[in-house]
């Protein structure tokens, strides 16, 4: 067990006679790679802010690493830095000035930013973009930019809000990549994301929230085997003859038209011996989809139980 670098005890967060969220407990460990989810966006927003002291909480504490935050947040601010999904650089500016401008405010002096910036637009795939201006960027250049910009003063706790939302598969990958390397490097890294298969590949632990309330707090392979099945859509290309009733059975498969199956996937029956029956039925896999969202299906399942 590691040392907490975020504390949160009985938060709650009040607006009028709203409560937003209801008396709060979550700890993170120094180095962890967690994930916050959530079932309605606004409680999630709602945390982040308060750890960057942005919204006022209503009661009880919250220490980042040791320092709670309303006694001395200016050195609690050193240690946290949000990549929020809105850009709020100058966009106006160029590439390469919007990280070294940020570094100022962390007193560190120019030649070394300049370094670091140089190094974390090679890494981010956008040293070529660095005289642009910013506006000039694509859409994901942007959110690269966001990610530059926030590793400039080498914070111990970086809060990725989305970071890879309407990204393409390919730039997903190599996001990941990169944020992995980062926790890995001793950088502790909070992740909200709709994406489950993006929690899957990076994350050790993670929270639900839900209605102001944290609903579960546990380990990824824990929350995971909570959803029993998943319903698959496969584009085929091949003969309907070939689909015989032991596979329709075994997958509780059934034909959607000409180029598509929908099956259905356990615990004991993965994607693997899906694919090596349909390689035996001589059937060619085109693309395949999840029917509903898999994160939603566990929200459903976890709520409704």
């Known amino acids: 067990m590691g040392k907490n670098i975020i504390e949160i005890h009985k938060l709650t967060k009040q607006y009028n006679n709203n409560k937003v969220l209801k008396s709060i407990d979550l700890e993170i460990e120094e180095w962890d790679f967690f994930a916050l989810l959530w079932h309605n966006w606004a409680w999630k927003t709602t945390t982040i802010n308060i750890l960057t002291n942005l919204v006022n909480k209503s009661s009880w504490r919250v220490k980042i690493w040791w320092i709670d935050i309303d006694k001395d947040f200016s050195e609690a601010r050193r240690l946290i830095w949000v990549v929020p999904q809105e850009f709020n ?3 106006f500016a160029k590439v390469k000035d919007i990280p070294v401008n940020q570094a100022w405010y962390y007193w560190i002096d120019k030649d070394t930013a300049k370094q670091k910036t140089k190094e974390l637009l090679k890494k ?8 642009s201006k910013a506006r000039e960027l694509s859409w994901w250049m942007k959110r690269r930019l966001m990610i530059v910009r926030a590793l400039v003063h080498e914070p111990k706790i970086l809060i990725l809000d989305e970071p890879t939302a309407w990204v393409d598969v390919d730039l997903r990958k190599s996001m990941w990549e990169f944020i992995e390397k980062l926790n890995k490097n001793w ?3 909070l992740l909200t994301t709709h994406y489950l298969e993006e929690v899957e590949a990076l994350c050790e632990k993670v929270a639900i929230l839900d209605k102001g309330k944290i609903i579960e707090n546990t ?3 824990t929350l995971l085997s909570k959803l029993k099945e998943e ?3 496969l584009s085929v290309d091949w003969d309907i003859d070939k689909l015989d009733s032991s596979f329709k059975k075994k997958f509780k498969a059934s034909i959607i038209d000409n180029s598509e ?3 259905t996937i ?5 994607l693997n011996e899906l694919f090596k029956d349909l390689e035996k039925l001589k059937i060619n896999i085109k693309s395949f989809r999840n029917k509903t969202n898999r994160l939603e299906a566990l929200f459903m399942k976890i709520i409704n139980k």
């Open 124 to 131: 981010l795939w956008l040293w070529e973009k660095r005289d």
């Open 89 to 91: 650089f100058d966009q």
């Open 261 to 263: 199956i929908e099956v």
């Open 266 to 270: 356990t615990k004991k029956i993965n």
């Open 231 to 233: 319903v698959i859509i």
């Open 219 to 221: 380990s990824v392979k």
């Open 187 to 189: 950088t502790t890294i």
